[in-house]
């Protein structure tokens, strides 16, 4: 953040802040001038007048003090070489020209105030005589501590400011956290869904597909289908009301275990109810990866049968799994193009390998398909344990 000009920290005045101000001003007018003026008035009237006049003017130029600082602080401080009168608007003017904290203006006015006390302590009738000097020690003392105060309360608002500033960075940042958090969770709640209930939804298709192109099945086969098309689209439906519950903040909603590589068994032998031909070779040896590894292994090959069998319907399917702790893990899914007379495949976004090859990026691995006339081959690569 880059440091902050007068102009950015010095508060606004309010009306309440102008009249208070100059009420103190009077006040401190008055005190300086207060029993030089009744010397003034007996010994020399016509000092009186210019006195007066002199501080009568200086009253409407500090309430410019802030457009034109260092001028205004100058000028007032040379009007303290012949008016007491304009002492008040003078210290106001050179305490608001310190809350800058510009030396290069400060001590120039500085110089000038005491010097400026000092001449007119001499030409004014004094019946206490007092010394010179004394006059000289009280007029720097008085100067030191006003600039000093000017200081203190300029560094109080730059601070103050400062702290503000920072609050409302840390605030938008706070914000900007909560919005890629969020971002981020309906990214990842929406390839769930879609890992989930494209799985769920080409089963249904498949079966009622087969429905509607065998006209020839029994009655009983005919039946079990549908059962089977009502079982599927069951769970679809309560995939999606627990999805649905963690985007509306339901805590009630329970939310399944996400499947790792130890459900895979499952998954194949759910797509081998379905009709589809999987086989499986699993040489990893017994060794297990990290969870996260596990599960991206896991809709590797769940998103790779879904595709199979939206647009592959009957054809082989192979899974293959190989590796170690040093190599990492590799699986490659492959199934044959089909022959012959196709159906109509099932419509699909296309986001389903997007959001593996996200999957995969964010476990440290890759992903690549192989698309050619005669197969389609998906090919992924993970570290054994995610960093």
Known sequence: MPDPTPEAYNPPLTRWGQIWRTALCVLISAMA???????????????FWIDLAVGLVSFPLVFYRRRWPFPIAMLLTLFGAVSGSSAGPDVLAVVSLSTRRRLTEIIPVGVVGVAASYVYSLYQPDPDESPHWVNLTVSLAVTVAVIAWGMFIGSRRELIWTLRERALHAE?????????????ERERIAREMHDVLAHRISLVTMHAGALAYRTDLPPEQVRETAQLIQAKAHEALTDLRQVLGVLRGDETVGVRPQPTLADLDELLAEAREGGMVVDLADGLDGRTPSEQVGRTLYRIVQEALTNARKHAPGTHVSVRLHGDPEAGVTVTVRNAKPVGVRRPAAPGAGLGLVGLRERAALAGGTL?????PAAFVLRGWLPWQTS
Request: charged fraction near 25%; hydrophobic fraction near 35%.
């Open 33 to 47: 001038w207060g029993a030089i003026s009744v010397q003034q008035w007996r010994h020399d009237r016509p000092l």
């Open 368 to 372: 690549s398909v192989d698309d050619t």
């Open 172 to 184: 938008a940042e706070r914000d900007l956290r909560v919005g890629q958090a969020q971002s981020a």
